[in-house]
T-cell receptor, first 113, second 113 residues
Framework: SAVISQKPSRDICQRGTSLTIQCQVD?????MFWYRQQPGQSLTLIAT?????????ESGFVIDKFPISRPNLTFSTLTVSNLSPEDSSIYLC??????????FGQGTRLTVV | GENVEQHPSTLSVQEGDSAVIKCTYS??????FPWYKQELGKRPQLIID?????GEKKDQRIAVTLNKTAKHFSLHITETQPEDSAVYFC????????????FGQGTRLTINP
């Protein structure tokens, strides 16, 4: 299994600002992803973080709002830009290992005020 | 794309009884089906998974069955214990889509002592 460290664990941000979330994996992984989880809801995929190239976004998510970087195999960041109260949610990074199992970071609880 | 439906949304069972959660998927090319347990405020944890080349997999009190023809898979928990109380998510991954997981809506399982 892979150990994923995600930070910050929570933050309260003013509307109009941005929050950058970091995700570090302790071993090489094949794929990294970013999910959003609204309270009491399921996980919705935001994008696939591609190493050294632009992320692949799911329908309804755009790069200007959710810029993602993945400079190497074990590190990725997600920025949530121009925050509004609707962005209040839990954001989770995920990594897939060579045996295709997917693991999650501990999540970032974002509150926009 | 893939769509995963999960039922029931809530399930309450007496301690010691069995619990069954069912999921259906739409993409016949999907070949990997994990189950995650998420306790309140925690990250989703992989508890068991099954690949399309087998019909059943067991791990102590937990088992998963897969019916490829009907495109559904189920999680079975026997001899339930209070610590089994959590939200459970099924997911499916196809051969396309760069190993991304599509999640069901989740089942809130409550074990009554």
């Amino acid at each position: 299994s892979a150990v994923i460290s995600q930070k910050p664990s929570r933050d309260i941000c003013q509307r109009g600002t941005s929050l950058t979330i970091q995700c570090q994996v302790d071993s090489q992984v094949t794929m990294m992803f970013w999910y959003r989880q609204q309270p009491g809801q399921s996980l919705t995929l935001i994008a696939t973080a591609n190493q050294g190239s632009e992320a692949t976004y799911e329908s309804g998510f755009v790069i200007d709002k959710f810029p993602i970087s993945r400079p190497n195999l074990t590190f990725s960041t997600l920025t949530v830009s121009n925050l509004s109260p609707e962005d209040s949610s839990i954001y989770l990074c995920s990594a897939v290992t060579a045996n295709t199992e997917a693991f999650f970071g501990q999540g970032t609880r974002l509150t926009v005020v | 794309g893939e769509n995963v439906e999960q039922h029931p949304s809530t399930l309450s069972v007496q301690e010691g009884d069995s619990a069954v959660i069912k999921c259906t998927y739409s993409d016949s090319a999907s070949n990997y089906f994990p189950w995650y347990k998420q306790e309140l405020g925690k990250r989703p944890q992989l508890i068991i998974d099954i690949r399309s080349n087998v019909g059943e997999k067991k791990d102590q009190r937990i088992a998963v069955t897969l019916n490829k023809t009907a495109k559904h898979f189920s999680l079975h928990i026997t001899e339930t214990q209070p610590e089994d109380s959590a939200v459970y998510f099924c997911a499916a991954r196809g051969i396309q889509g760069a190993q991304k997981l599509v999640f069901g809506q989740g089942t809130r399982l409550t074990i009554n002592p």
